[in-house]
């Protein structure tokens, strides 16, 4: 019975893996998932709350970093900036919390609709990292 519980574990865990892997578009489950590669083989998951991102609303955010090598990375601070190109105005920045499953979370609020740029930066056991993610905000 163990072994059986253990394979519908297992099937259930891959199947969510994969929905999702590598977008950056609205899913099922109501939220947008970014995915990167850290420098130091780590696979970053940016997840945004609710799927429609509008201007001057709550968006939450979570960051799960999952390592990619032999060496487990353990993820100590992770902070966001919400940057618009070609805007001179000043970039906020956002430390997140740990969460209870060891990811990081945190509440974003986009000033303004357009393209943003999230700077996802941080401290892990291997060092630091800083990646990119790409968001529209809509009215």
């Known amino acids: 019975m163990k072994q059986l519980w253990l394979f519908f574990l297992s099937l259930l865990c891959s199947i969510t893996l994969l929905t999702g892997c590598a977008t950056d578009r609205a899913n099922s489950l109501g ?3 970014m995915v990167s590669v850290t420098d130091n083989g780590e ?3 940016v997840t945004l ?3 429609h991102l ?3 609303h709550a968006i939450a955010i979570s960051v799960h970093m999952q ?3 032999a060496t487990k990375s353990t993820l100590h601070t992770v902070r966001i900036k919400e940057r618009m190109s070609d805007m001179s105005m000043p970039v906020p ?3 997140l919390t740990k969460g209870k499953f060891g ?3 945190g ?3 986009f000033v303004m609709t357009g393209s943003w740029t999230l700077i996802v930066t941080g401290t892990t056991t291997a060092g630091s990292f800083s990646q990119q993610f790409h968001v529209q905000i809509q009215s």
């Open 43 to 45: 696979k970053l998951s």
């Open 107 to 109: 509440t974003l609020v």
């Open 93 to 95: 920045t956002v430390t």
């Open 49 to 51: 709350t609710p799927a």
């Open 67 to 69: 390592s990619l090598t």
């Open 103 to 105: 990811d990081f979370v």
């Open 54 to 56: 509008l201007a001057l």
């Open 31 to 33: 939220n947008v998932r």
